[in-house]
């Protein structure tokens, strides 16, 4: 996996689906990559959360990025400010602070007050009432903060061409 400042912009490929959606793919895999981690709003009733991303580099990339992808109209940010909204759902790989692999049920509340890592795909637009906006998903999440037996270590994981992972393997980054 790559980190967000290791994206190439030019080698993002867009496809258009029809005239609403716009598929996005990076390097033949999808438009994946790991984003600043930060403390969490906690999973809400439309099964997603927001993320506080305080990294000012970040912010401004993101909003090139957006403005790149989806060039469109009024358009709908999935940053607000600082915090960054990722869609969740069951398919969704989560990690405890040691990369163990674990299987709460997604649900509101889910991640309230912890230190999150995401690896997230940008997958498409979208068209919905009357706005656009990217479609966010998160692909796997870590957390990093206290929630029972939980700690605030983070691991590292080899960097990796390819983009598919054998279920339930780790794929985080350290920043360290």
Known sequence: MVFWFDIDPAQIETIALNKDRTRFRYKGGPLRFQVPRGACSGVNAYKSFQVEV??????QWWRQLEAQL?????FNSNLRESSLRIKIDDSVYIFDQNSTQTTPEVREGLFRGQELSCLIDVDSTYFFNENW?????AYQVKTLTDAPSLGNDASSFPPEESFSLAKGTCAFLSVE
């Not at 305080?54 to 912010?59: G, I, T």
């Not at 989806?70 to 009024?74: A, I, M, S, Y």
């Not at 906006?133 to 998903?137: A, H």
Request: hydrophobic fraction near 25%.
């Open 54 to 59: 305080s990294d000012p580099e970040f912010v």
């Open 70 to 74: 989806c060039p469109r109209t009024p």
């Open 133 to 137: 906006g990217l479609t966010i998903r």
